[in-house]
């Protein structure tokens, strides 16, 4: 997983299986980043409480979190990954 400032936004783009995944960056419990803590399989864990989210669809899976995760549709194409923001 690594992050990226995408149109002043700051995405965290993972790569699972080969298939891209994409969602907002920073935790929607306090302000950390989602790509300093770990990915699980299709669910990642913030390191400042542990809240844990489903990257596939942003559903809280643990808390303190109680707030669904922004995610945004990813793909790769001609070597580039694009992430498709509201």
Same mark, same amino acid.
Do not use: N, W
């Given at each position: 997983?690594?992050? $990226?400032?995408?149109?002043?936004?700051?995405?965290?783009?993972? *790569?699972?299986? +080969?298939? $891209? &995944? @994409?969602? @907002?960056?920073?935790?929607? &419990?306090? &302000?950390? $980043? =989602?790509?300093? +803590?770990?990915?699980?399989?299709?669910?990642?864990?913030?390191? =400042? &409480?542990?809240? *844990?989210?489903?990257?596939?669809? +942003?559903?809280? =899976?643990?808390?303190? @979190?109680?707030?669904? =995760?922004?995610? $945004?549709?990813?793909?790769?194409?001609?070597?580039?990954?694009?992430?498709?923001?509201?």
């Amino acid at each position: 997983m690594r992050r $990226f400032d995408v149109a002043g936004r700051a995405v965290a783009v993972y *790569r699972v299986a +080969g298939a $891209f &995944h @994409a969602t @907002a960056a920073v935790c929607t &419990h306090e &302000h950390a $980043f =989602l790509t300093d +803590g770990e990915l699980e399989g299709l669910r990642v864990r913030c390191p =400042l &409480h542990g809240s *844990r989210f489903d990257i596939t669809t +942003g559903r809280v =899976l643990g808390p303190p @979190a109680y707030k669904r =995760l922004p995610v $945004f549709a990813a793909r790769e194409r001609e070597g580039q990954i694009e992430v498709e923001l509201p």
